[in-house]
T-cell receptor, first 110, second 113 residues
Framework: SQQGEEDPQALSIQEGENATMNCSYK?????LQWYRQNSGRGLVHLIL?????REKHSGRLRVTLDTSKKSSSLLITASRAADTASYFC??????????FGSGTRLLVRP | DAGITQSPRYKITETGRQVTLMCHQT?????MFWYRQDLGHGLRLIYY???????DKGEVSDGYVVSRSKTENFPLTLESATRSQTSVYFC????????????FGDGTRLSIL
């Protein structure tokens, strides 16, 4: 069963533009994590936001969490061609098992 | 800094055969996980382990077996491979499991003919 669902499924933007991806989930969570996956590679952890946090930044990444709406967003500012990848949200319900969504495929055009 | 390595990277086999996918991590992380990734399903948890000799089933464990005799190794065995087990398999580890990121290997692409 999938907990997180990303939206949109695919996104194509021009280099330099911002990219926003959304994640919705169904049950209470302990934390929510975002991962990136380049083609043919494993997932790379980007950022973890705990249930008592509302916003977190890491470089060009900004993550928000709204537990009342059971949703999160990932914003990538000033995108680069190297940001082209699939992005996944994953939720942790305190059982230390992550449940992943099906991902957003981001294409950044040079 | 080797991190987490999976072998083989690619494997083709036939239905009914036994296949073992290897996973090795150099961080001495307590927790290790096996996922499969299929189009339209994202990543689904097969098995996980909290420590050596402690394993538990995930969402899609039927047809799979794991062992963890040493902290650093977590092999996954398909006892009698079926076509529905064609997938990309990822191993991951985390330091303590809770509120910790998971670190992934680059996967094994398994095709069962």
């Amino acid at each position: 069963s999938q907990q997180g669902e990303e939206d949109p499924q695919a996104l194509s933007i021009q280099e330099g533009e911002n990219a926003t991806m959304n994640c919705s989930y169904k049950t209470s969570i302990n934390n929510l994590q975002w991962y990136r996956q380049n083609s043919g590679r494993g997932l790379v952890h980007l950022i973890l936001i705990r249930s008592n946090e509302r916003e977190k930044h890491s470089g060009r990444l900004r993550v928000t969490l709204d537990t009342s709406k059971k949703s999160s967003s990932l914003l990538i500012t000033a995108s680069r061609a190297a940001d082209t990848a699939s992005y996944f949200c994953a939720t942790d319900d305190s059982s230390y098992k992550l449940i992943f969504g099906s991902g957003t495929r981001l294409l950044v055009r040079p | 800094d080797a991190g987490i390595t999976q072998s083989p990277r690619y494997k083709i086999t036939e239905t009914g055969r036994q296949v073992t996918l290897m996973c090795h991590q150099t961080w001495s992380h307590s927790y290790m996980f096996w996922y499969r990734q299929d189009l339209g399903h994202g990543l689904r948890l097969i098995y996980y382990s909290a420590a050596a000799d402690i394993t538990d089933k995930g969402e899609v464990s039927d047809g799979y077996v794991v062992s963890r005799s040493k902290t650093e190794n977590f092999p996954l065995t398909l006892e009698s491979a079926t076509r529905s087990q064609t997938s990309v398999y990822f191993c991951a580890s985390s330091e303590s499991g809770r509120n910790q990121p998971q670190h992934f290997g680059d996967g094994t692409r398994l095709s069962i003919l």
